[in-house]
Nanobody, 122 residues
Framework: QVQLVESGGDSVQAGGSLRLSCTAS?????MGWLRQAPGKEREGVAA???????NYADSVKGRFTISKDNAKNTLYLQMNSLKPEDTGMYYC???????????????????WGQGTQVTVSS
C-alpha cells in the first residue's frame, strides 16, 4: 500500500507561487494532486505517469507544473500565478491509469494523503 505525506502548503497573495511536495513510500504508476475548497467537491488538479506523461485540469493549465524525482521518491506541484479560487486543501494522491493510445494517468484519485492547506488572498 502506498503511503503519502504532503508538505509545502502556505498562505500567499494572488499572483504568488508555492511548491508542494509529497513523499511516497510505495510504488505506483500514477501519482497526482487533488484539492478541495470548503463547501465544494474534491477535484483532481494534476497527475503524472511513470512514463512522464502529464495530465492537468483545465483550470490550472499553464500555471501549475507536476513533476517527480524518482531518486528521492518525491512528487512536486509547482503552483504559479496563484488565484484566490486556488484556495483549498491539497492532497497528494495515487490515481488511476488509463489508455487512449498511450498510457496516462486520470485525475480521479484512488486514495490520498492527509493534505496541506493552500490559502491565496486577493
Amino acid at each position: 500500500q502506498v503511503q503519502l505525506v504532503e508538505s509545502g502548503g502556505d498562505s500567499v497573495q494572488a499572483g504568488g507561487s508555492l511548491r508542494l511536495s509529497c513523499t511516497a513510500s510505495g510504488y505506483t504508476y500514477c501519482m497526482g494532486w487533488l484539492r478541495q475548497a470548503p463547501g465544494k467537491e474534491r477535484e483532481g488538479v494534476a497527475a503524472i505517469h511513470s512514463n512522464g506523461i502529464t495530465n492537468y485540469a483545465d483550470s490550472v493549465k499553464g500555471r501549475f507544473t507536476i513533476s517527480k524525482d524518482n531518486a528521492k521518491n518525491t512528487l512536486y506541484l509547482q503552483m504559479n500565478s496563484l488565484k484566490p479560487e486556488d484556495t483549498g486543501m491539497y492532497y497528494c494522491a495515487k490515481t488511476y491509469v488509463r489508455y487512449d493510445g498511450r498510457w496516462f494517468c486520470a485525475l480521479e484519485p484512488d486514495y490520498w494523503g492527509q493534505g496541506t492547506q493552500v490559502t491565496v488572498s486577493s
